[in-house]
T-cell receptor
Framework: DQQVKQNSPSLSVQEGRISILNCDYTNSMFDYFLWYKKYPAEGPTFLIS?????DKNEDGRFTVFLNKSAKHLSLHIVPSQPGDSAVYFC?????????????FGTGTRLKVLA | GAVVSQHPSRVICKSGTSVKIECRSLDFQATTMFWYRQFPKQSLMLMAT?????????EQGVEKDKFLINHASLTLSTLTVTSAHPEDSSFYIC????????????FGPGTRLTVL
């Protein structure tokens, strides 16, 4: 039972354009979400987070949107750069559980074309 | 800041031997450390959560006697794969979080284990 889903395994975007990565979750108890970026043979790097009390969080070129009713979040990268090419994971947690555990999606491989 | 290291980055061992992987937080005190396993083209699967000075909490289906976790200090956790078998071959990644920000995990670079 995949509680966090990233239905697009890959995405290609032209440099300078917007990249939109999507993530859906099924557990309504999830209330804190993270996006990570991962290069091959390396550990994930934290990008941005969002709590369920917000519907948007912005950090430079990265913006995360949360739609609680649809149980959907998305990561927008504007403008996309070739260095953004990596695998992006969304992760969800329940703050109420107090365990700080995350469930990760399967990742979306982003390729930014120069 | 928030750097996590893992050692070794790559290890090849014979079936039946034990392998120890170290995870260190270099510039912060890691109240909690997590161990994940990643199969090719799959998500990170949480294996266990460890808090400094206490026993690790294992996820369902993870054998605690096979994957021994020790979190002896606020900067070091170790994962020992005992009596390794070829099916244990995988990419093992640790992460660490501090008491100040328990919801942000900082990941190590991972360890590629190959069991022959």
């Amino acid at each position: 039972d995949q509680q966090v889903k990233q239905n697009s395994p890959s995405l290609s975007v032209q440099e300078g354009r917007i990249s939109i990565l999507n993530c859906d979750y099924t557990n309504s108890m999830f209330d804190y979400f993270l996006w990570y970026k991962k290069y091959p043979a390396e550990g994930p790097t934290f990008l941005i987070s969002i709590s369920s009390i917000k519907d948007k969080n912005e950090d430079g070129r990265f913006t995360v949107f949360l739609n609680k009713s649809a149980k959907h979040l998305s990561l927008h990268i504007v403008p996309s750069q070739p260095g953004d090419s990596a695998v992006y994971f969304c992760a969800a947690s329940s703050m109420a559980s107090g365990t700080y555990k995350y469930i990760f999606g399967t990742g979306t491989r982003l390729k930014v074309l120069a | 800041g928030a750097v996590v290291s893992q050692h070794p980055s790559r290890v090849i061992c014979k079936s039946g031997t034990s392998v120890k992987i170290e995870c260190r937080s270099l510039d912060f005190q890691a109240t909690t450390m997590f161990w994940y396993r990643q199969f090719p083209k799959q998500s990170l699967m949480l294996m266990a959560t460890s808090n400094e000075g206490s026993k690790a909490t294992y996820e369902q289906g993870v054998e605690k006697d096979k994957f021994l976790i020790n979190h002896a200090s606020l900067t070091l956790s170790t994962l020992t794969v005992t009596s390794a078998h070829p099916e244990d071959s995988s990419f093992y990644i640790c992460s660490a979080s501090s008491g100040k920000d328990p919801y942000t995990q900082y990941f190590g670079p991972g360890t590629r284990l190959t069991v022959l």
